[in-house]
T-cell receptor
């Protein structure tokens, strides 16, 4: 079974709107990371939030983590066409903590 | 600084042939990861190394797959013999240490006919 599951699987919004993606996981984690993948490219790290943190910001990105609910959300504010990509959450598990377990991703489309 | 380098970028081969994928991690990183990405199964971790030592190869699908890291700047993933179901994009990633972000290479798109 998947450790991290993103919701929704696909999201289409207008440029300028905010985009919110959610991630749920099953087991205890050391940290949770969000990555972006443009079509045909490798994944790019966006932000890392540790299990003792609740919220983190980076530019137009805001990530929250609720360890009691085993969930995280990624908010992209004032979306741009260039934000069109797939977004993945990845959990760093406490045991075997060096490896990350990736979800299936959310495909985000920003319409101009 | 150069990122993670993978070669070849594209590989087309016939079933039964040996395939070798190569990766050069970012200098100074001590962990290296091999992933496979398909539409059906998403992104799967195949194996990872720490300080050139394989730590977890539980994701390697079968004995046809093998990976080596002879030194800190080079790793290979070999498939012998290859099968059509091995067709996928294979990514290599490296990271500084436990709990840090991973840096991905551009991937090798493998097609086995």
């Amino acid at each position: 079974s998947q450790q991290g599951e993103e919701d929704p699987q696909a999201l289409s919004i207008q440029e300028g709107e905010n985009a919110t993606m959610n991630c749920s996981y099953k087991t205890s984690i050391n940290n949770l990371q969000w990555y972006r993948q443009n079509s045909g490219r490798g994944l790019v790290h966006l932000i890392l939030i540790r299990s003792n943190e609740r919220e983190k910001h980076s530019g137009r990105l805001r990530v929250t983590l609720d360890t009691s609910k085993k969930s995280s959300s990624l908010l992209i504010t004032a979306s741009r066409a260039a934000d069109t990509a797939s977004y993945f959450c990845a959990t760093g598990l406490i045991q075997g903590a060096q490896k990350l377990v990736f979800g299936q991703g959310t495909r985000l489309t920003i319409n101009p | 600084d150069a990122g993670v380098i993978q070669s070849p970028r594209h590989e087309v081969t016939e079933m039964g042939q040996e395939v070798t994928l190569r990766c050069k991690p970012i200098s100074g990183h001590n962990s290296l990861f091999w992933y496979r990405q398909t539409m059906m199964r998403g992104l799967e971790l195949l194996i990872y190394f720490n300080n050139n030592v394989p730590i977890d190869d539980s994701g390697m699908p079968e004995d046809r797959f093998s990976a080596k890291m002879p030194n800190a700047s080079f790793s290979t993933l070999k498939i012998q013999p290859s099968e059509p179901r091995d067709s996928a994009v294979y990514f290599c990633a490296s990271s500084w240490a436990h709990g840090y972000e991973q840096y991905f290479g551009p991937g090798t798109r493998l097609t086995v006919t």
